[in-house]
């Protein structure tokens, strides 16, 4: 036996291979960093929808009132860059609120034929979908009467451009009736919005 042969000790074989504790390990630390991204985009959004202030102060930017309409709430947040507000009042007045960050996807929504208004491979798209004009508060406004895919209640709808002003903000509001209802009354959408001065600056 040589001389050398003394000073060496064999290692330890290993019952469990490094690459696991890097794979296995490394997952379950990912796993963690992105529960905690979730639980914290959960919650910052819980907090935005829980704020009636910051609600009302986004939907002045398209919606300009001087005072909060008596009897109304707004709830909603920003998600991924569009700001979303389900505004209602009394005498089941309400209507959806969105602002969007660019004209493109507000365009998209005006288009009968465009994918979002298609649904997934054609199922669940908007039906019988009618672009025109209605007036408010003095100015024609662009608009688009469908109903409501079966899935969501087969719901007739009402749709509005209140794109421009200060901010040039690229909105709508969206109002819904009832499925009996053979269109959403322009009277309806007219006093839903009689609270608020539509062209205030612009």
């Known amino acids: 036996m040589q001389e050398s042969d003394w000073g060496e000790s064999v290692p330890p ?3 469990i291979p490094g690459w696991v ?3 296995g390990g490394g997952g379950c630390l990912l796993a963690l960093l992105l529960a905690g991204v979730l639980a914290f985009f959960v919650f910052g959004l819980a907090r ?3 704020d009636p202030e910051r609600a009302w102060a986004e939907v002045a930017e398209v919606l300009p009132h001087d005072e909060r309409p008596a009897g109304w709430e707004a709830n909603g947040a920003s998600v991924m860059g569009i700001e979303t507000y389900v505004v209602t009042g009394p005498d089941g007045l309400g209507f959806l609120l969105q602002a969007f960050p660019s004209g493109e996807p507000l365009e998209a929504l005006f288009d009968p034929q465009s994918g979002q208004n298609q649904g997934a491979f054609g199922v669940g798209g908007i039906e019988e979908a009618e ?6 508060q003095g100015r024609a406004v662009r608009c688009l009467r469908f109903r409501m895919p079966a899935t969501q209640g087969g719901h007739f709808a009402l749709r509005l451009d209140l794109s421009g002003g200060p901010h040039e903000p690229h909105a709508l509001v969206q109002l819904t009736g009832t499925a009996e209802e053979t269109r959403v009354v322009d009277e309806h959408a007219r ?3 009689a609270p608020f001065e539509l062209w205030r600056g612009r």
């Open 13 to 15: 074989k290993r019952r």
């Open 131 to 136: 672009l025109g004009t209605l007036e408010l």
């Open 191 to 193: 006093e839903a919005l």
């Open 21 to 23: 504790w890097w794979v």
């Open 48 to 50: 935005q929808i829980g």
